[in-house]
């Protein structure tokens, strides 16, 4: 599954980002452009019913180095983000939402992270940032997880995660959830084929537009118990420093 041909890949999945999509790519494409890596730009329109593909398009028409990749219908996050992910060629792979609540400065500080071996450097958002309609919810839903699925990781839905190109595509390959659960799934994979991954504290900001419905909620917990279903709840080969590691 190496078949890297550029030092870094970003890959971002976006469904009805025209609000918030150009200052994102401007921001990504200077930040990559002043970096001596080589690199490619993925985005993936997750079947958008607005002006997203347009924008896109007219993107990469601009620079080569932006790829695109459309689904022609909405299939979820977690579809968007593993069509990226396998058609990516980079050594390195970052994922990153449409939104940058985590900036993308922040790739030096997981790239940091990312020692040989390694599957993965996750951010790790800081609590009590979020409203607490979402907060509330997502610390339960983080507990849950970790008594279900991947034990060890604090924060495993921050949108702001950097792999090992090679690891990454072998453990999207095997990967089978759409929505927003892909996260976990992805994390119980890396688990299980024995790639820890370095959970790294990241700045993250609110940011206004969410795409996260409340009635995602259900589907989530749903893909849990899927994932828990075929896996099992493997031991992390995880590295996260101690301050972090969430009682598991
Ligand atoms: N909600 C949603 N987001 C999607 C979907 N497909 C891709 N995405 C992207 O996934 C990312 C989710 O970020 P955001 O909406 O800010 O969610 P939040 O930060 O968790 O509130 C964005 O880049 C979306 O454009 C989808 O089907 N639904
Ligand atoms: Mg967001």
């Known amino acids: 599954m190496n078949r890297a041909t550029v030092d870094l890949s970003v ?23 002043a970096s001596p890596l080589s690199w490619e730009l993925v985005v993936v329109d997750d079947g958008s019913a607005d002006g997203t ?13 932006i790829r695109t990749l459309r689904s022609p219908v909405n299939r979820g996050k977690g579809h968007a983000v593993r069509s990226g992910m396998l058609a990516s060629r980079g050594r390195l792979v970052l994922l990153s939402d449409a939104d940058l609540a985590t900036p993308i400065e922040e790739l030096d500080r997981l790239r940091a992270a990312l020692g040989p071996g390694h599957g993965a450097a996750i951010g790790s958002r800081p609590r009590g940032r979020r409203h607490p309609l979402r907060e509330l919810p997502a610390r339960l839903g983080g507990a849950l997880i970790r008594v279900l699925v991947v034990p060890g990781i604090a924060d495993t839905q921050c949108g702001f995660k950097l792999f090992d190109g090679a690891r990454g595509r072998a453990v999207f390959q095997d990967a089978v959830i759409d929505g927003w659960g892909f996260d976990v799934e992805i994390l119980c994979l890396l688990a299980k084929a024995g790639w820890p991954v370095a959970e790294v504290p990241v700045e993250w900001s609110h ?23 075929s896996h099992g709840r493997p031991r992390p080969a995880a590295t996260a420093p101690a301050s972090l590691r969430a009682a598991a």
């Not at 890959?11 to 150009?22: F, G, K, M, T, W």
């Not at 940011?207 to 279903?229: C, H, N, Q, T």
Request: aromatic share 6%; no cysteine; hydrophobic share 45%.
């Open 53 to 65: 593909w347009r924008l896109v398009r007219a993107a990469a028409r601009r620079e080569p180095r």
């Open 11 to 33: 890959v971002i999945p976006v469904y009805n980002e025209e609000a918030r999509l150009p200052a994102t790519l401007a921001a990504v494409r200077a930040h990559l452009g």
């Open 207 to 229: 940011r206004p537009g969410s795409k996260f419905r409340p009635l995602d909620y259900p589907r989530i917990l749903a893909e849990i118990v899927r994932i828990r279903r």
